[in-house]
């Protein structure tokens, strides 16, 4: 609503410009014609020519005092009828129009969440399921693997990201059984909540390095594998011989190229009957720690995330 | 009834609204004094730790200045130490241990032994009890909020603080015998129970320490005592000799019929020797 | 509005110019001067002392994430920059770590006083039920802002927390898997903990601190209960006769001596 002080184009003032927009047109001009300057001696023409016919209109109008504030005289409404005809309908119900526009408004703003939230949801929550490729990893020449002994082996599972992706497997030949080498690899992590599991002998200082996998040959094989975080303790197959741990320790696949052994994917276990090379290896899918796998609680995990 | 007991309060609560108005204070000045004094105690506090982290930590600190570059990081200062070695994934001599307000969550971990259990510390009882936190509102619809006339209240209070304070405490203590941590201990055995000089019995004592004795025997105040497996401070006394020790070493079920003890068999003929050697030598302590 | 008279209108003007244009300097009176019951206690200083520790931590927060460099490589040397070659780095470090601790201690000493207090009865329950979930944000926020520095207890301290998530029924695996980033702690984990830290929680935590003062204020604090006079036990009557302690002389209405 206007002030009281603000002028309108009345008989007393009849100076003041009265509404138009011939002041925008010469805007663009004026705009035009700076642009041009920097861009293209064409667009300075064209914004000149605008400008100035724009400017000329826009000047007529205040000398004159006239313009668009002359609005047409409209005959009032009379009460009878006669006199100016209506000139809009009656007023009809609005129902159905407010309650599209309600539809149409909670409509489209759930379109628009949806297509800014999902694509962001799934970025946060995907690349962590997709299936992370791990390939092999070669943990050196067999000849480092001197039969019945175990050797603490710590590799990285993914060279690019660094030291982060740095595990340990505790590696036992076994021996060759019907022409096929037999290797115990026991993963480190503790099968209650992760920990890193200590083996219970004297680990020597010494260590031999093949690239970037540290070997280090324990000269006593350990009597088992003990957890300093809740006390679990396995065996040397990895069963698990007292405390919280839900199952034995993981362990890994492996392939033998070249004289040299590699390990592949690891999978969890839930128990080892036997021991070494003739050892029955009941396995199951890799498993998050604290996992059962096999008993009534196994049904407490019934589908695995991929990993 | 309900609509009284509902209503009544709604009218306690307005008579709680006129009260503070009549004769309530206005909170500047008069409460808000005393909360920026207690805010100021903190902030003092938290400076003060910060302080004392910093500057009991061994390294050399010059002078007053507010540089000074500690030496000694990894020397415990009477806070702690200010940082530990960096993250090694493929550790196999490191003992985790959560920040301290944790710990009454870590003993419980501790306590749940049995592998059936586990989910009831893991997440059971965590979770029932922040749930009866969050509808203790709905539980206590008494009005009564003098102390002692809530006895149900106040037993609870009092034992929910006293269970978290024993748990953090035990959490805080907690050990496990561990190779590293014991082989820290051998010189302190061979001093009390006087077998320095035996070259065998100390070098008995260090296998002693890492191949997992300790988890399930107990020798001066460490290991494990409620396995049922019996001290051996003062097995040595009972001079049964090396070669009884030998022989049980290599299979315990032999000598001790039912004895749950592994066989130690595979430590071979030289370290079965030294085995028994400190076990023969430990005859108490002196 | 009058244009400003005298010199004092005239110095205030600008907070009147506010005023009128937005009503916070209203709020913020209103806020300062309101009634609170006049026998509060020392043990209800306790909330506001726990609002300077977490704005303690937002401080120092924010001045350690200008040096802190949130990646496996190097983070641990930025800790280790921080404390030791930046002046007063230490200082800053320490504040905001032993602030974390005083800000749990705080949280559960302010829980333990509404507890004995009564304060979670009508009409305070939903206050109560937000400041549980303060509670449970705030030790998340230790738990995820622990792995930060990255030396060996981060790292195998939030193996553990990350494992114990992942052993709930059901979804555990799930929950596990996307905290971690991936089947093992790596440097998603890092940098995904670090925006939970730095932004996720601490945006909960100002939202929720803003609900629970919104309700401090509305609903007003409650008297110790046992208190002689509790704001809520109606208006107190002075005795007709004065109490007689028996060391002054009775008021002269013609009563005797006595003592």
Not at chain 2, 56 to 61: D, E, M
Not at chain 3, 18 to 23: D, N
Not at chain 3, 114 to 141: C, D, M, Q, S, T
Request: glycine share 10%.
């Amino acid at each position: 609503m206007p002030l009281e002080t603000d002028l309108e184009p009345s008989r007393e003032h009849p100076h003041v410009p009265g509404p138009s927009l011939w002041p925008a047109g010469f805007a663009v001009g004026v705009v035009a014609l700076l642009v041009g300057i920097v861009v293209n001696w064409v667009i300075v023409g064209i914004g000149a020519v605008i400008a100035a016919a724009f400017g000329f209109l826009w000047a007529r109008d205040v000398a004159r005092g006239r313009g668009l504030a002359d609005a047409p005289e409209v005959e009032p409404e009379r009460r009878d009828g006669r006199g100016a005809p209506k000139t809009h309908e009656a007023p009809r119900t609005t129902y159905g129009r407010s309650a599209f526009l309600e539809i149409g408004t909670l409509g489209i703003g759930g379109l628009i969440g949806g297509l800014v939230t999902l694509p962001a949801l799934g970025f946060m929550l995907m690349p962590a399921f997709l299936k992370q490729k791990s390939g092999a990893h070669d943990l050196g020449p067999l000849t480092d693997y001197p039969e019945g002994e175990f050797v603490v082996a710590t590799f990285m599972t993914n060279p690019a990201q660094g030291e982060v992706s740095r595990r340990t497997a505790f590696v036992r030949n076994n021996g060759v059984v019907n022409n096929v080498p037999s290797f115990t690899i026991i993963s480190n992590h503790c099968a209650h909540l992760g920990c890193p599991v200590q083996p219970l002998t004297a680990v020597p200082p010494q260590h031999k390095l093949y690239r970037d996998v540290t070997l280090i040959p324990l000269p006593t094989p350990p009597s088992g594998f003990s957890c300093p975080c809740h006390g679990g303790a396995y065996d040397t197959e990895g069963n698990r011989t007292g405390g919280p741990p839900v199952r034995a320790l993981d362990r890994y696949l492996f392939s033998i190229r070249n004289e040299h052994l590699f390990l592949e994917a690891p999978y969890s276990v839930s128990h080892v009957d036997g021991v070494g090379a003739s050892a029955r290896i009941h396995k199951y899918t890799f498993s998050f720690p604290g996992e059962h796998l096999d008993g009534p609680e196994s049904w407490l995990y019934p589908i695995q995330p991929p990993h | 009834m309900a609509e009284d007991r509902l209503a009544q309060r709604e009218r306690v609560f307005q008579q709680y609204k006129r009260d503070v108005k009549e004769r309530g204070k206005p909170f500047y000045p008069y409460a808000m004094f005393h909360d920026t004094l207690m805010s100021f105690v903190v902030a003092v506090v938290i400076i003060g730790l910060a302080v004392i982290w910093k500057w009991t930590t061994p390294g050399h600190h010059t002078g007053f200045n507010l540089f000074g570059t500690t030496d000694h990081p990894d020397q415990a200062g009477w806070l702690g130490k200010l940082y530990d070695e960096p993250a090694d994934p493929g550790t196999i001599s490191f003992v985790p241990r959560p920040d301290w307000y944790f710990y009454f969550l870590f003993y419980l971990l501790r306590i749940f032994k049995w592998p059936d259990s586990v989910i009831l510390g893991t997440v059971g009882i965590p979770t029932i009890a922040l749930v009866l936190l969050i509808a203790l509102p709905f539980i206590d619809l008494r009005s009564e909020r003098r102390p002692l006339h809530r006895p149900v209240a106040m037993v609870a209070g009092i034992l929910a603080i006293l269970s978290m304070g024993i748990l953090t405490y035990k959490g805080a203590t907690a050990q496990e015998s561990l190779p590293t941590e014991n082989l820290t201990r051998v010189p302190g055995w061979a001093q009390k129970e006087g077998f320095t000089a035996n070259k065998q019995a100390v070098a008995g004592a260090k296998l002693f320490a890492v191949v997992g004795c300790l988890n399930c025997h107990t020798y001066l105040g460490t290991g494990n005592h409620n396995l049922g497996a019996p001290d051996l401070s003062a097995e040595g006394a009972k001079r049964k000799g090396v070669a009884f020790q030998i022989a049980h070493l290599k299979c315990p079920s032999c000598v001790t019929k039912g004895s749950p003890m592994p066989s130690f068999a595979n430590e071979g003929a030289e370290n079965l020797n030294a085995l028994a050697a400190f076990v023969e030598a430990s005859q108490g302590p002196k | 509005m009058a244009a400003p008279s005298s010199r004092y209108e005239r110095i205030l003007y600008p907070v009147d110019w506010l005023e009128e244009r937005s009503g916070l300097v209203g709020g913020v009176k209103y806020f300062l001067f309101r009634k609170v019951p006049g026998d509060t206690n020392w043990f209800q200083t306790l909330g506001s002392a726990t609002l300077t520790a977490f704005l303690i931590q937002a401080v120092t927060g924010v001045i350690l994430a200008m040096y802190y460099k949130p990646d496996p490589q190097n983070a641990y040397p930025s800790i280790v920059h921080i404390t030791n070659d930046l002046w007063a780095g230490w200082l800053v470090r320490g504040m905001h770590r032993w602030g974390a601790s005083v800000f749990i201690i705080l949280m559960f000493l302010h829980m333990g006083r509404v507890f004995l207090f009564g304060a979670y009865k009508y009409p305070r329950e939903l206050n109560w039920i937000i400041g549980v979930l303060l509670l449970a944000l705030g030790l998340a926020e230790g738990f995820t802002g622990y792995l930060l520095p990255w030396d060996q207890t981060s790292y195998w301290a939030t193996t553990v927390g990350i494992n114990i998530n992942g052993s709930a029924p059901f979804l555990g695996p799930f929950l596990a898997q996307f905290l971690q980033g991936g089947t093992f702690i790596n440097a998603d984990t890092l940098s995904r903990f670090y925006a939970i830290h730095m932004l996720l929680l601490p945006g909960a935590i100002f939202a929720l601190i803003g609900l629970h003062l919104y309700l401090v204020i509305r609903l007003g604090v409650t008297s110790p209960p046992w208190s002689k006079h509790p704001a809520g036990s109606g208006p107190v009557t002075p005795p007709a006769v004065p109490p007689r302690t028996g060391l002054t002389e009775p008021t002269p209405r013609g009563g005797s001596v006595r003592g």
